[in-house]
């Protein structure tokens, strides 16, 4: 009943801006902590954002600033990518119900497929 559906990836230069999509269904945001992943590659795997159930939001170094989350009405929670860089190159997932389901499992799809997100300089 959980579903968790990854969208809005694609090939963008740098400096531009993209918006990823997390459509959510068998549960409502307004209940979760909610995170944003993303894996460049190998076995890294970095947690990039968070929003708790409270609209609190938090933002690792390396995208603060240029990256924000929102949601709609519809049960959808977006990142927003802006000043994109390079090295913001990685596949970007999407999870709820942080410190319960590990990073590792997360960036292996256990929530979603991820959508790939490519930058060129």
């Known amino acids: 009943e959980v579903q968790l559906v990854e969208s809005g990836g694609g090939s963008v230069q740098s400096g531009g801006s993209l918006r990823l999509s997390c459509a959510g269904s068998?549960?409502?945001?307004?209940?979760?902590?909610m995170g944003w992943y993303r894996k460049a590659g190998g076995d890294e795997c970095d947690l990039i954002a968070t929003?708790?159930?409270?609209?609190?939001t938090w933002f690792h170094n390396s995208v603060m600033g240029r990256f924000t989350i929102s949601r709609d009405n519809d049960n959808t929670v977006y990142l927003n990518m802006n000043k994109i860089k390079p090295e913001d190159t990685a596949v970007y997932y999407c999870?709820?119900?942080?410190?319960?389901?590990?990073?590792?499992?997360?960036?292996?799809?256990?929530w979603g497929q991820g959508t790939q997100v490519t930058v060129s300089s």
């Open positions: 999870a709820i119900d942080l410190g319960r389901v590990s990073w590792s499992r997360v960036c292996s799809g256990y």
């Open positions: 068998g549960f409502s945001f307004d209940d979760q902590y």
């Open positions: 929003r708790n159930h409270d609209g609190t």
